[in-house]
């Protein structure tokens, strides 16, 4: 089965700084989907990014970016120029292609945000 | 806005009611879940739907019962339940398989059992 763990359930970081929160998982598969989500005390669950396993270029979307180590199982999250407004619970997910509707998570990490 | 509805936001009941939760997407999409999200949990995966049919079911109680009669909307009809089942109940909608397209989710209902 798979499984996706996050290591560190709770991160802090100082304003305008640059922090990693870390993501592994164990899959059997070649083809899959990993993502990144926030959520912030509003509770709502909020896509922050996206990686295909097939691609070698880690994903970026402004100042989030992921480490993508495909041999070593690992997703990483680095936000940079962190804002106030990052502070939440983030949640690596992950989906195979090719195996039903089913997405695996984490247990996430609390991320503060020091002004 | 966020295309995902969730009613109601809060519910408290007793363990011998009766009450329904809704969820509403009005994004297109045909997979539905049912999350149950505990502190210092995962995620809990309870019920996916995928255009209409039910295609997981985790091993949830009979308490809980899904119903699915579109492909916009999801109820999950609580019946004595227990003090454990408090948790913020999630749901969610996508894209089928190998679209590689993420969950959308709703605000969530916090759920508390008397």
């Known amino acids: 089965a798979q499984t996706v763990t996050q290591s560190q359930p709770e991160m802090s970081v100082q304003e305008a700084e640059t922090v990693t929160l870390s993501c592994t998982y164990d899959?059997?598969?070649?083809?899959?989907?990993l993502f990144w989500y926030k959520q912030p005390p509003s509770r709502q669950m909020i896509l922050v990014i996206r990686?295909?396993?097939?691609?070698?270029q880690n994903a970026t979307e402004n100042r989030f970016s992921v480490n993508f180590q495909k041999a070593a199982k690992s997703f990483s999250l680095k936000i940079s120029d962190s804002q106030l407004g990052d502070a939440a619970m983030y949640f690596c997910?992950?989906?195979?292609?090719?195996?039903?509707?089913?997405?695996?998570f984490g247990t996430g990490t609390s991320l503060t945000v020091i002004p | 806005e966020t295309g995902v509805t969730q009613t109601p936001r809060h519910l408290v009941m007793g363990m011998t009611n009766k009450k329904s939760l809704k969820c509403e997407q009005h994004?297109?999409?045909?997979?539905m879940y049912w999350y149950k999200q505990s502190a210092k949990k995962p995620l809990e995966l309870m019920f996916v739907?995928?255009?209409?049919?039910?295609?997981e079911n985790n091993s949830v109680p009979s308490r809980f019962s899904p119903e699915c009669p579109n492909s916009s909307h999801l109820f999950l009809h609580l019946h004595t339940l227990q003090p454990e089942d408090s948790a913020l109940y999630l749901c969610?909608?996508?894209?089928?398989?190998?679209?590689?397209?993420?969950?959308?989710f709703g605000d969530g209902t916090r759920l508390s059992i008397l």
């Open positions: 969610a909608s996508s894209q089928p398989q190998g679209a590689g397209q993420p969950q959308h």
């Open positions: 899959t059997s598969e070649s083809d899959y989907y």
């Open positions: 990686q295909e396993a097939y691609k070698q």
């Open positions: 997910a992950y989906r195979a292609s090719n195996t039903g509707n089913q997405f695996y």
């Open positions: 994004l297109g999409h045909n997979a």
């Open positions: 739907y995928n255009f209409k049919e039910q295609t």
